[in-house]
């Protein structure tokens, strides 16, 4: 069992809808991150939330932390193909940094 | 810019020799990370070090030894490579960040592959 579970582990989608990807642990974080990477990539920040209860907008992305510090999401207004890739949340309960099982997001032009 | 650099970036062995992955970093990071990347398992870390001549066991440490004798180098062993060990490998350096928001900054990957 890993420390973060995320779902949906595949989404595929038609552009111009929305989406929403969930990261969920039993433990508390400090701060939680979302990474996307790319095929043949390695992954690549996108946001870094502290504090709980916390929204942050990147664009048509939008993070949420949870109140407890425990999960997270990710929600995707519009998307688009340039989206299509695996999404990770991370944190670090200690010096340990520990990634969640992934999300697949396809966006289908 | 070369940021975190992995040699080398392809490798095939076949059971039971032994390889080292370097990973090299230029950005004076404290913190080093291995992990390893299978399919519908997200990242997995192996082994990790919060400074120069140390290290940490992570999640999946078994068949694997590491060493940091160098700030900027971070390198994993593999002693007897099995099959289940045919993975892609990345390695990641960060400052320490407080309340742990230090960004990870990652190589490209070294893709492995044990017959």
């Known amino acids: 069992t890993q420390l973060l579970e995320q779902s949906p582990q595949f989404l595929s989608i038609q552009e111009g809808e929305n989406l929403t990807v969930y990261c969920n642990s039993s433990?508390?974080?400090?701060?939680l991150q979302w990474y996307r990477q790319e095929p043949g990539e390695g992954p690549v920040l996108l946001v870094t939330?502290?504090?709980?209860?916390e929204v942050k907008k990147l664009k048509r992305l939008t993070f949420q932390f949870g109140d407890a510090r425990k999960d997270s999401s990710l929600h995707i207004t519009a998307a688009q193909p340039g989206d299509t890739g695996l999404y990770l949340c991370?944190?670090?309960?200690?010096?340990?940094?520990?990634f969640g099982t992934g999300t697949s997001l396809t966006v289908i032009p | 810019n070369a940021g975190v650099t992995q040699t080398p970036k392809f490798r095939v062995l076949k059971t039971g020799q032994s390889m080292t992955l370097l990973c090299a970093q230029d950005?004076?990071?404290?913190?080093m990370y291995w992990y390893r990347q299978d399919p519908g398992m997200g990242l997995r870390l192996i082994h990790y070090?919060?400074?120069?001549?140390?290290?940490a066991k992570g999640e999946v440490p078994d068949g694997y030894n590491v060493s940091r004798l160098k700030k900027q180098n971070f390198l994993l062993g593999l002693e007897s490579a099995a099959p289940s060990q045919t993975s892609v490998y990345f390695c990641?350096?960060?400052?320490?960040?407080?309340?742990?928001?230090?960004?990870?900054?990652f190589g490209e990957g070294s893709r492995l592959t044990v017959l």
């Open positions: 070090s919060v400074g120069e001549g140390t290290t």
């Open positions: 950005m004076n990071h404290e913190y």
């Open positions: 990641a350096s960060r400052h320490e960040g407080r309340l742990n928001t230090g960004e990870l900054f």
């Open positions: 991370a944190g670090a309960p200690g010096n340990q940094f520990y």
């Open positions: 939330v502290v504090t709980g209860g």
């Open positions: 433990s508390v974080f400090s701060s």
